[in-house]
């Protein structure tokens, strides 16, 4: 049987956990430059400890995150929606479900129009979907940008308020009153 003092060694002689950007979404901004070149800074194994002023006064930091500014800005213009591509790929269940919520009450608050609370139920019974299909749907209609959560209500009688943007309301609205 092993000694306390004995395990207490092995446990400070193990390495210390770094992360590795294995994953699409690990960018430059949060592995630190000294990792991405396989260095390590000040003698640190952990590149995440460098204090604010030291990270911010590299270099190499400041010029990546200046040089993805331009970027960011050309990705805001990307997702602007092409209306009639979204209309095309709303089907089925995403359709009745976005078509509902559009003609559902609205009120204007701050550029963007909310719709009623509206519970999961409710939707379920006007549509003929069951619930978990609801959820699902509405989880896709986001990603897709069309709608957005303004209130949420997990779980027994949630409910939503979902919002849309001035020029999705107005297109989609028009799109479903002609049909």
Known sequence: MPLIKDVLKEIEHKKKFQKKSYRPWDDEISVPPSEEKGQ?????????????????????????LTSLLPDMQKQEETI???????????????????????????????????TQPVATNE??????????????????????????TSEWKPGRGGYGRYGFDIDVYNFFLKRFAET
Not at 41 to 51: A, H, L, Q, R
Not at 52 to 61: G, L, M, N, V
Not at 84 to 111: H, M, P, S, T, W
Not at 132 to 139: E, F, M, Q, Y
Request: proline letters at 1%; glycine letters at 6%.
């Open 40 to 64: 390590e800074s000040n003698g640190n194994t952990d590149g995440f400890s460098k204090s604010i002023e030291t990270f911010a006064s590299e270099k190499s930091a400041t010029d990546s």
């Open 80 to 114: 602007k929606l092409d209306m009639e591509k979204c209309l095309r790929d709303l089907y089925g269940a995403q359709r009745i479900v976005f078509k509902f919520l559009v003609n559902l009450q609205v009120e204007e608050i701050g550029g963007i129009f909310i």
């Open 123 to 148: 939707i379920a019974l006007a549509t003929k979907l069951p619930a978990n299909t609801i959820k699902t749907v509405i989880g896709r209609l986001k990603n897709k940008s069309l709608i957005k």
